[in-house]
């Protein structure tokens, strides 16, 4: 797949982000969520975090006992939690059958689960449809970014932007351990190389960079500099009507 040169100069001014889809999948620590809270903010469009779909998922099976390795189990269960997702880019929400887990899902815990978790297809299907729902009630209006592993690929592949992010694993190692105050920068990489692992070898929407995805390596780029050029392509994708 050839990847679009990100570096050229911002397309024109936005005309319209009516139904607009921004759909950014990539690696963990690629920078996915400030990337895309920053760049719906600027945009004045919806976000939603599907990774944390996951998580909530993944931190309601180890509350309730759920031997998350057993996907049977896994699948057995997974239609029970109620999950709301809420869409403000300055102030995103999660909450499970109504307690908020925001915080809840970010522990090493839930973080060591959640590619397991996130294998079984069962649990794919159920937040496949909660995601396509979120997306379709903001296609008619606003419109979305949305951060994945397979949003280009599987959950919306007529996205009118797509956009795949990743980074070298030392700096992605750097950037989480800087977020989450851990000391050990060699085993942060090593659990986010253990989860790209799992993330781009399950059997279910692995993670790929989608068809037509325009490819983004951020190692040296800043965060502004990543919204910037993100902003440029959705901007450029407005001015041609694309977003219908
Ligand atoms: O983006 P994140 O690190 O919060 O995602 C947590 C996990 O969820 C990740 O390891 C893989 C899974 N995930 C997925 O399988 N598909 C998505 N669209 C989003 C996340």
Request: one cysteine or more; a negative charge.
């Amino acid at each position: 797949m050839s990847a679009r040169d990100l570096t050229g100069p911002a397309g024109p001014s936005p005309v319209s982000m009516v139904g607009m889809v921004v759909a950014v999948d990539g690696t963990s620590g690629s920078g996915k969520s400030s990337t895309c809270r920053g760049v719906a903010d600027r945009l004045g469009l919806s976000y939603l975090d599907t990774g944390a779909m996951f998580r909530a998922m993944t931190w309601w099976m180890l509350r309730e006992g759920v031997d998350v390795h057993d996907a049977g189990a896994v699948a057995a269960r997974c239609d029970e939690p109620d999950l709301v997702s809420g869409t403000d880019p300055t102030g995103p929400t999660i909450t499970v059958d109504g307690h908020d887990v925001a915080a809840a899902i970010r522990t090493d815990e839930v973080t060591s689960a959640v590619s397991p978790v996130s294998t079984v297809p069962q649990v794919r299907a159920r937040l496949l449809q909660l995601q396509r729902t979120i997306i379709t009630a903001h296609t008619g209006s606003g419109g979305i970014v949305v951060e994945g592993r397979d949003i280009g690929s599987v959950v919306w592949p007529q996205a009118p932007v797509k956009v795949y992010l990743t980074a070298d694993p030392g700096a992605r190692a750097a950037r989480r351990a800087l977020e989450s105050g851990a000391v050990d920068v060699g085993a942060t990489e090593q659990s986010l190389r253990e989860r790209d692992r799992i993330d781009s070898g399950r059997a279910t929407a692995p993670l790929v960079m989608a068809d037509g995805a325009a490819q983004l390596d951020t190692t040296t780029y800043t965060l502004d500099e990543v919204i910037g050029l993100l902003v440029g392509l959705v901007e450029e994708a407005g001015a041609q009507g694309a977003a219908r």
